[in-house]
């Protein structure tokens, strides 16, 4: 059922890297191909094929990665994610039920308990997943692995998480260091112990002005926008019946202005600094790496990032268009046919037929990201690192063990897995 066979990228073919550099040898091409057939495949099979697709493109971006003239390679299969995401579903459905029916008797703080106890969960599922993705990786024939207690590590990052909301994400540079120097802490190639350098000080000199910019107009259009509610009014019959005619004659007042505006203004900004902070993060990250005497840096510039999300934003405007004009003549034509009155049959047509576009435009969306964001970045991160040290990978004896798919299977029914 895989399709990784008919993708491979034409890795064989391509010349060696330089010494210390890596090197992006897949093709757009073959890439796009095998996303378009998975999103087809996994609109038919309601969503089962993902577990395919997933180690399809795991596979492609892996061996799409060379260093030194040698590609990455990924072992993981289908059916290890398909067994992990069955276990995990033991595990969640009672949990879910439990949730529910201690909501429904006791009140609604149970169920913020509960909430925190997902997100707690999440976050251990996200470390599992984490160790099968590692074991599953192998450069020159040695795997990496991880240890380290993956309770611990979701302790830490939903008190770190806490912080940060407090701190309206001030402190989130020094998370990601925190959390990241645990990660390495326990990930090995081989018997070659990992660690990170990277500096949280550093992050925030970098994302200071970008966090400037989109929270502090934030925070200050939210206080105007409560001190302009004139709330003593606010609960009277009267104010509520003048209010409810301003809304009926289109009649803002000064507090509905400034939060319009603050809104628009936080949408914008994220927008357009999104791309900029992605950039920020990934060079200080991937910068931050190191096992043992290797050590990597990374030469990615914002415009590089910049230009990915500017390829998905036309494509996807393109395929808008291209959508709306297919549903409009799809909708005129199955007027024509089921005609006036609807019967139920005519009714549950229509019915199945618009969830079935529904679906296939999201599908679309989704090919259109993972061919132009997913596969850029990654092309963009792998074609920005310069490796120093290497001669250290010579002297690297294989170590760890292939870790359970469980923390994967558990991660995907959460939502918080990755590549």
Same mark, same amino acid.
Not at 184 to 207: A, C, D, I, K, Q
């Given at each position: 059922?895989?399709?990784?066979?008919?993708? $491979?990228?034409?890795?064989?073919? !391509?010349?060696?890297?330089?010494?210390?550099?890596?090197?992006?040898?897949?093709?757009?091409?073959?890439?796009?191909?095998?996303? /378009?057939?998975?999103?087809? @495949?996994?609109?038919?099979?309601?969503?089962?094929?993902?577990?395919?697709?997933?180690?399809?493109?795991?596979?492609?971006?892996?061996?799409?990665?060379?260093?030194?003239?040698?590609?990455?390679?990924?072992?993981?299969?289908?059916?290890?994610?398909?067994?992990?995401?069955?276990?995990?579903?033991?595990?969640?459905?009672?949990?879910?039920?439990?949730?529910?029916?201690?909501?429904?008797?006791?009140?609604?703080?149970?169920?913020?308990?509960?909430? @925190?106890?997902?997100?707690?969960?999440?976050?251990?599922?996200?470390?599992?997943?984490?160790?099968? &993705?590692?074991?599953?990786? +192998?450069?020159?024939?040695?795997?990496?692995?991880?240890?380290?207690?993956?309770?611990?590590?979701?302790?830490?990052?939903?008190?770190?998480?806490?912080?940060?909301?407090?701190?309206?994400?001030?402190? =989130?540079?020094?998370?990601?260091?925190?959390?990241?120097?645990?990660?390495?802490?326990?990930?090995?190639?081989?018997?070659?112990?990992?660690?990170?350098?990277?500096?949280?000080?550093?992050?925030?000199? &970098?994302?200071?002005?970008?966090?400037?910019?989109?929270?502090?107009?934030?925070?200050?259009?939210?206080?105007?926008?409560?001190?302009?509610?004139?709330? /003593?009014?606010?609960?009277?019959?009267?104010?509520?019946?003048?209010?409810?005619?301003?809304?009926?004659?289109?009649?803002?007042?000064?507090?509905?202005?400034?939060?319009?505006?603050?809104?628009?203004?936080?949408?914008? !900004?994220?927008?357009?600094?999104?791309?900029?902070?992605?950039? +920020?993060?990934?060079?200080?990250?991937?910068?931050?790496? $190191?096992?043992?005497?290797?050590?990597?840096?990374?030469?990615?510039?914002?415009?590089?990032?910049?230009?990915?999300?500017?390829?998905?934003?036309?494509?996807?405007?393109?395929?808008?268009?291209?959508?709306?004009?297919?549903?409009?003549?799809?909708?005129?034509?199955?007027?024509?046919?089921?005609?006036?009155?609807?019967?139920?049959?005519?009714?549950?047509?229509?019915?199945?037929?618009?969830?079935?576009?529904?679906?296939?435009?999201?599908?679309? =969306?989704?090919?259109?990201?993972?061919?132009?964001?997913?596969?850029?970045?990654?092309?963009?991160?792998?074609? !920005?690192?310069?490796?120093?040290?290497?001669?250290?990978?010579?002297?690297?004896?294989?170590?760890?063990?292939?870790?359970?798919?469980?923390?994967?299977?558990?991660?995907?029914?959460?939502?918080?897995?990755? +590549?």
């Amino acid at each position: 059922m895989t399709t990784f066979e008919a993708a $491979r990228p034409a890795a064989q073919a !391509s010349q060696p890297a330089p010494a210390g550099i890596a090197q992006f040898v897949g093709r757009s091409k073959t890439f796009r191909r095998l996303v /378009s057939r998975g999103a087809v @495949l996994l609109m038919f099979t309601l969503g089962i094929y993902r577990f395919w697709l997933t180690t399809d493109i795991r596979r492609y971006l892996w061996s799409s990665a060379e260093l030194t003239g040698e590609s990455f390679e990924y072992t993981g299969t289908a059916y290890e994610l398909l067994l992990g995401f069955l276990i995990a579903l033991t595990v969640l459905v009672p949990l879910y039920s439990t949730f529910f029916l201690v909501t429904l008797a006791l009140g609604s703080i149970w169920g913020s308990l509960g909430l @925190l106890i997902l997100i707690f969960l999440g976050q251990y599922a996200f470390y599992r997943a984490r160790r099968y &993705r590692l074991t599953r990786t +192998i450069y020159r024939g040695v795997r990496f692995h991880q240890t380290g207690s993956a309770f611990r590590y979701s302790v830490c990052a939903v008190l770190w998480w806490a912080l940060i909301i407090l701190s309206a994400g001030l402190a =989130y540079p020094f998370a990601q260091t925190k959390l990241e120097h645990f990660k390495m802490r326990h990930t090995f190639f081989g018997n070659l112990p990992g660690r990170f350098e990277g500096s949280g000080w550093h992050l925030l000199v &970098r994302g200071l002005p970008l966090w400037a910019f989109t929270v502090v107009p934030f925070a200050i259009g939210a206080v105007a926008a409560i001190l302009a509610i004139d709330w /003593s009014a606010l609960n009277s019959t009267s104010a509520a019946d003048d209010r409810a005619s301003r809304i009926g004659t289109s009649e803002l007042t000064s507090s509905d202005v400034i939060i319009a505006l603050t809104g628009a203004w936080l949408l914008c !900004s994220i927008a357009f600094l999104y791309p900029i902070f992605q950039a +920020i993060l990934l060079r200080w990250w991937v910068s931050g790496l $190191r096992f043992g005497d290797v050590a990597v840096t990374s030469r990615l510039r914002i415009a590089q990032v910049f230009g990915v999300y500017a390829r998905f934003l036309g494509y996807a405007l393109l395929f808008t268009a291209i959508a709306g004009i297919l549903l409009v003549i799809g909708a005129f034509g199955l007027s024509k046919i089921t005609g006036e009155p609807f019967s139920m049959r005519d009714e549950i047509i229509t019915v199945v037929l618009s969830l079935a576009a529904y679906v296939a435009i999201l599908l679309g =969306y989704w090919t259109i990201y993972q061919a132009t964001v997913k596969l850029g970045l990654w092309r963009c991160v792998i074609e !920005s690192l310069e490796v120093s040290n290497l001669a250290a990978l010579e002297h690297v004896a294989a170590a760890g063990e292939a870790a359970s798919p469980v923390g994967e299977g558990l991660a995907d029914a959460l939502n918080v897995g990755g +590549i």
